[in-house]
């Protein structure tokens, strides 16, 4: 239920970081794994979690700034269309 002493958001765990991956340990067992394997993946693991979140950040980035590019537009294109009285009224039934 806690991670590095805070509760959970919402009951899910928080993500984790490419340094509580690389800092994490196990307890030792009778018929345990190769400690330096065991570093090795985690490392590799750390490394690609890295890349990850940096590519998650950029691609944040890039959406920020589309949404920002249609926001422009919306507002450019509001600004040129005809105001509603301009319409001509349909006496028609559609």
Avoid: I
């Amino acid at each position: 239920m806690y991670r590095g002493g805070q509760a959970y958001p919402a009951g899910y765990p928080g993500r984790l970081t490419p340094h509580e991956v690389r800092t994490r340990e196990f307890a030792a067992r009778r018929r345990g794994v190769d400690p330096v394997e065991v570093r090795e993946f985690q490392a590799r693991v750390a490394d690609e979690l890295a890349m990850l979140n940096e590519a998650v950040r950029l691609l944040s980035q890039e959406n920020d700034r589309v949404k920002r590019a249609l926001r422009d537009w919306q507002t450019m294109h509001a600004r040129e269309c005809r105001a509603p009285q301009e319409y001509q009224h349909n006496s028609g039934h559609w």
